[in-house]
């Protein structure tokens, strides 16, 4: 039963270190060239203050039930934000323990889900290797926010929130 467990973590933790791989691989992708660099660096937005405020994540768990006293479960992670006065949109940014993404993620809500572990086992087994997948996230990834306002502005970024904690900002 043991070496069953252990080869279950094992699994886990290489479909992480894939999911891993693939991200960097696609950070590391960004043409880095001079043109482009010129580009972004002519079109900087002008960068306002207060950063967005009020940041608060959560997980939710679901779990359906399957033949043979399995389950299949997902834990999910959700950042939201208090609305920032005159925004357009919000830009997230991943924050890697590497760094930071290039690549902004551009939404109108102030809510942002992602999918963070998930398996399949044994009902009795509850949601199996959960805390660990949770753990390897709260140690790598993280995301912040900024308001997209009118004529090229943004705000300031928020504090950074690292995914897989439930956590208020201040």
Known sequence: MNLKILSLVQLQCLRLIVLF???FGLILSVDSGSSLAADITSNQPEVIQPPVTGLVSTLSDEVEELPSDLIRWSTYWQLC???YPEAKEYELQTVLVEGKSPKLKR???RCFRLQVASNENQKSQ????RDLIL????IQLGYRVRAVLDSNR???WSQVMAV??????E
């Open 135 to 138: 753990l390897m996230h709260k």
């Open 21 to 23: 791989t693939l991200i």
């Open 126 to 129: 509850g949601l199996l290797n």
């Open 81 to 83: 934000w208090e609305p």
């Open 164 to 169: 897989g904690a439930t956590t208020v900002s």
């Open 154 to 156: 943004v705000s300031e």
């Open 107 to 109: 939404q109108s809500d």
